[in-house]
């Protein structure tokens, strides 16, 4: 049972640590959200290495 709660934890840790720095990068934190809860830690790496979301600029 520790470990199954050990897990979850971990798991919503690093959906918030891949949040927090899609954040701060301009990316899409939404999607990083649920690497971070599909991946787990393995997402944070890669989240460093994400892009900034495109905007468009409409203003004419």
């Not at 709660?5 to 301009?26: D, G």
Request: proline share 7%.
């Amino acid at each position: 049972m520790p470990l199954i709660l050990l897990l979850f934890l971990a798991t919503l840790a690093s959906a918030y640590v891949c949040y927090t720095i899609a954040k701060e990068r301009r990316a899409d934190a939404r999607f990083w959200i649920w690497m971070g809860v599909l991946f787990g830690p393995l997402a944070i790496p890669f989240v460093f290495l994400s892009k900034p979301n495109k905007t468009r600029n409409n203003s004419h």
